[in-house]
Nanobody
C-alpha cells in the first residue's frame, strides 16, 4: 500500500513560484499514476494535474502553461512546479495515487490521498 506525504507550499506573492513535493512509500510507486488536486475554502476539490505511469501529463485548463507535474520514480516522488501564481490558486493541495496506468476521471473514486499542504498566494 502506498502512503503519501506532501511538502512545500506556504505563502507566496502573486506572480511568484513554488514547488510541491509528494513522497510516496512502498515499492510499487512506479506502477501508480499520480495526481495533484486542490480545494479552496468553500469550494469542491478539483483536479489540477496528473501524470501517468508512462509519464504522460494532463492539466486543468486553469493551470495549463503555468504548472508542471513531474515524477522521479527513483525517489518515489511526484512534484508540482507552480509558476505565475495567482491569488485564485490559493488552496490546500493534495497528492493522490491510483493503481492504474492513468488517473481515473472521477477523483472521488481515489482511495490514496496525502494529508494536503496549504498554498496561499497574496495579491
Amino acid at each position: 500500500q502506498v502512503q503519501l506525504v506532501e511538502s512545500g507550499g506556504g505563502l507566496v506573492q502573486a506572480g511568484g513560484s513554488s514547488r510541491l513535493s509528494c513522497a510516496a512509500s512502498g515499492r510499487t510507486f512506479s506502477s501508480y499514476s499520480m495526481g495533484w488536486f486542490r480545494q479552496a475554502p468553500g469550494k469542491e476539490r478539483e483536479f489540477v494535474a496528473s501524470i501517468s505511469r508512462f509519464g504522460s501529463t494532463y492539466y486543468a485548463d486553469s493551470v495549463k502553461g503555468r504548472f508542471t507535474i513531474s515524477r522521479d520514480n527513483a525517489k518515489n516522488t511526484v512534484y508540482l512546479e507552480m509558476n505565475s501564481l495567482k491569488p485564485e490558486d490559493t488552496a490546500v493541495y493534495y497528492c493522490a495515487a491510483a493503481p492504474t496506468p492513468y488517473m481515473p476521471p472521477n477523483y472521488r473514486s481515489l482511495e490514496l490521498w496525502g494529508q494536503g499542504t496549504l498554498v496561499t498566494v497574496s495579491s
